[in-house]
């Protein structure tokens, strides 16, 4: 299998620790109250550089998908000053990587929410889940690639200042909340952060995040993301 760039090398996956600074991006018209964010050492704006509330608790949410996210904002922002965290180095191969992160990126614009993006690090991925490759859906492959994204959202949560950190996993039908929360938790006390443990789903929350992003005309991918989900669904084909 072809793995893909990125990787630790790479200067935009400094997540909190990374010595270079990124590129300023020019102004978008789209996005104009991001155009000022100063930049720090570690690849990311700290939390005091961003546009966000003080008022309200700060919360740096894991994007799984741009589908997924619709709604969970939604939620979180009436009680949360929200910053997205598009780390999922699972996604296969680095063409779909892309297709999320554009329409991850597309409706953070809509929703003048800012968004975090660490580099895509695929072969950190396969190291991670090395000998779990015939695991079901839902089995010890997932929870390792739970914990390896989690982990580093909590991380860079408690580098960049934030109060609290959660994800958008659990709004999926074929997740297990008990398991990502748990999960979330252990993350958090690795990092001395707070996980919002939370049950997207419930609710119809799925089914809302799927109206949302049909409206919006956000692109809504075939499979879970990693090589083995893809396989597996051609397979049922």
Not at 132 to 140: F, I, M, S, T, Y
Not at 181 to 187: H, P, Q, S
Request: charged share 20%; with cysteine; proline share 6%.
């Amino acid at each position: 299998l072809r793995q893909g760039g990125g990787g630790r090398g790479d200067p935009a996956g400094r997540c909190c620790g990374g010595r270079s600074t990124p590129r300023r991006r020019r102004p978008s018209a789209a996005f104009p109250s991001r155009a000022t964010l100063r930049y720090t050492g570690c690849g990311f704006p700290p939390v005091a550089a961003m546009d966000v509330s003080k008022s309200k608790p700060r919360l740096l949410l894991h994007v799984c998908c741009a589908p997924c996210a619709t709604h969970v904002f939604n939620i979180l922002t009436a009680g949360h000053a929200v910053t997205g965290f598009f780390f999922n180095p699972n996604i296969h191969p680095p063409r779909e990587y892309a297709a999320r992160r554009r329409a991850a990126e597309h409706y953070c614009r809509l929703a003048s929410i800012h968004l975090i993006v660490p580099g895509y690090s695929p072969a950190d991925w396969f190291s991670s889940v090395e000998g779990l490759q015939r695991e079901g859906e839902g089995g010890a492959r997932c929870a390792r690639c739970f914990s390896m994204r989690l982990d580093r959202t909590a991380r860079a949560a408690a580098e960049l200042g934030f109060d609290l950190f959660a994800t958008t996993l659990t709004i999926s039908p074929h997740k297990n909340a008990s398991m990502i929360n748990k999960i979330g938790l252990e993350a958090g006390a690795r990092h001395g952060m707070t996980f919002h443990a939370a049950d997207f789903k419930k609710g119809n929350g799925y089914g809302e995040s799927c109206r949302i992003s049909r409206a919006l005309g956000i692109y809504r991918q075939a499979y879970c993301g990693c090589i083995f989900s893809f396989l597996a669904r051609r397979t049922k084909r």
